[in-house]
Nanobody
Framework: QVRLVESGGGLAQFGDSLTLSCVASGDTFSDYGVGWFRQAPGKEREFLTTVSFGRGVPYYSDSVKGRFTVSRDNAKNTVDLQIHSLKLEDTAIYYC?????????????????WGQGTQVTVSM
């Protein structure tokens, strides 16, 4: 069973960049598609990006395309999410998740394994 732990969140400044990491335990991590989602207070969970198994082909939601970058390193069992030009509305809890759908998915319901989340707070 794969387990996921996110890190890298915290207080960040408007306009800065931030890198979140998702570290997996389990030796089959490379077989999973991995997604990043976020949930802001009072809002529904939002899909951000997903990366396929293996080489990790990324797919982004239109809302973050060009400002977020996802990358995976199967040797290190990590999937990183870089956020550039932080905005106040990026404040949220960020979650990584793994799915047996190898190409990943935009749908949260397709993900079987979730991390505990990491809080990102953006201030002026």
């Amino acid at each position: 069973q794969v387990r996921l732990v996110e890190s890298g969140g915290g207080l960040a400044q408007f306009g800065d960049s931030l890198t979140l990491s998702c570290v997996a335990s389990g030796d089959t991590f490379s077989d999973y598609g991995v997604g990043w989602f976020r949930q802001a207070p009072g809002k529904e969970r939002e899909f951000l990006t997903t990366v396929s198994f293996g080489r990790g082909v990324p797919y982004y939601s239109d809302s973050v395309k060009g400002r977020f970058t996802v990358s995976r390193d199967n040797a290190k069992n990590t999937v990183d999410l870089q956020i550039h030009s932080l905005k106040l509305e990026d404040t949220a809890i960020y979650y990584c998740a793994a799915t047996s759908l190898r190409l990943g998915s935009e749908e949260a319901s397709e993900y079987e394994i979730w991390g505990q989340g990491t809080q990102v707070t953006v201030s002026m």
